[in-house]
């Protein structure tokens, strides 16, 4: 079947991260894409560990996500065909205004995480085997604290996605590593502001990934093939850099 004939046969489905769903990035370039391919793609956001997950079963064609050692292991083990790295952006730690671990204003972030373990203010944390939560658990190792033994009441596992774990936060007064493109997207502030951010460790890459149609046969590869292609083209990058919100760009392309 040629990839016309596919296209007007159906779609695909992407595993991606909530950070992607949820800042409205999909929103943006999902249309751009349909209209050239006539492929409609259904994204169920989950969170890296459980899209990669789907992928391992075969649940998705594309995984869309944010842990590149993740990412790595996922094709070292043949569950995906080729990894290219697609845009980035960052992480920002924000907590309240009144800033009870006085860490506002820090461009380190494994030092504020060490003042926010000593202040034990309160700290939302995603819990759900996300990109965003992998990255957290590896700022807490940086900062020399092993938070599965050393967490207390002031920090909170929410276990769900980006959206739900700011509101959390902003309920609680607590501190939250969010992806920027969310908290761009996030109205419900109450009293939270960014408190740390700039940091080359808060640096986000998102990789794209075809499932392997080797370990499941059923895998739509030519559609499939055609939305990673797209999303690394010049104007996949293009639909990528032109989205904004409020003047300011969410994500920065950056596909070799």
Do not use: C
């Not at 169920?44 to 649940?59: F, I, N, Y």
């Not at 050393?150 to 309920?171: C, I």
């Amino acid at each position: 079947m040629g990839l016309a004939a596919a296209a007007l046969a159906g779609f695909i489905t992407v595993a991606s991260t909530t950070s992607t769903e949820q800042s409205g990035l999909f929103r943006h370039l999902l249309p751009a894409f349909e209209k050239k391919t006539g492929i409609q793609v259904r994204v169920v956001a989950l969170g890296t560990g459980q899209s990669l997950d789907m992928g391992k079963r075969g649940d998705a064609d594309v995984v869309f996500v944010h842990a590149k050692a993740l990412e790595e292991k996922f094709v070292a083990e043949g569950f995906g065909v080729q990894r290219f790295e697609v845009m980035y952006n960052d992480f920002v730690l924000v907590g309240p205004r009144s800033d009870p671990a006085k860490v506002g204003g820090s461009k380190d972030i494994a030092a504020a995480l060490q003042k926010i373990k000593a202040a034990q203010a309160p700290f939302a944390s995603r819990g759900d085997n996300s990109g965003t939560h992998f990255a957290e658990l590896q700022l807490w190792k940086a900062a020399g604290i092993d938070i599965g033994t050393s967490k207390g009441a002031w920090y909170r596992d929410t276990g769900s996605g980006m959206g739900p774990t700011l509101n959390t936060a902003s309920g609680m007064n607590a501190y939250a590593l969010t992806d920027r493109g969310t908290w761009l997207s996030f109205k419900n502030r109450g009293e939270l502001v960014i408190a740390v951010e700039g940091d080359q460790r808060l640096f986000n890459q998102y990789g794209v990934i075809l499932v392997n149609p080797a370990k499941h046969p059923h895998v739509k590869r030519d559609m499939g093939q055609a939305f990673v292609d797209w999303i690394v083209s010049p104007e996949g990058q293009a639909a990528i850099a032109g989205y904004q919100i409020g003047g300011e760009q969410l994500f920065f392309p950056n596909a070799k």
